[in-house]
Nanobody
Framework: QVQFVESGGGLVQPGGSLRLSCVVS????????MDWYRQAPGKQRELVAR???????NYQGSVKGRFTISRDNAKNTVYLQMNSLKPEDTAVYYC?????????????WGQGTQVTVSS
């Protein structure tokens, strides 16, 4: 049974930083590319960053230069370092495999971690 456990969110002022973590269990973590998604209130979930199994990163345009994705295969953990945060970064952040993990043909997600950027 796969589990995604996200943590590290919180309330931060504009321009601040946060580091999100996602511990993955129940699968061979190192085989997968890993993604960070976010979902803001009233909006669809969107892909923010991806890191391949060979540690090649890719970013959505709005976070490029501000966010850094990394992974530690020994700890089955993927990270998202977020700097220069903006109010529009406010969302619940989720990690997942690429492709998205499914159970009984339904997408499977963890509980996510809330990031709120506000003064």
């Amino acid at each position: 049974q796969v589990q995604f456990v996200e943590s590290g969110g919180g309330l931060v002022q504009p321009g601040g930083s946060l580091r999100l973590s996602c511990v993955v269990s129940g699968t061979i973590f190192s085989f997968y590319s890993m993604d960070w998604y976010r979902q803001a209130p009233g909006k669809q979930r969107e892909l923010v960053a991806r890191i391949s199994s060979t540690r090649m990163p890719n970013y959505q345009g709005s976070v490029k230069g501000r966010f850094t994705i990394s992974r530690d295969n020994a700890k089955n953990t993927v990270y998202l370092q977020m700097n220069s945060l903006k109010p529009e970064d406010t969302a619940v952040y989720y990690c997942n495999t690429d492709p998205i993990w499914s159970v009984d043909a339904k997408e499977y997600w963890g509980q996510g971690t809330q990031v709120t950027v506000s003064s």
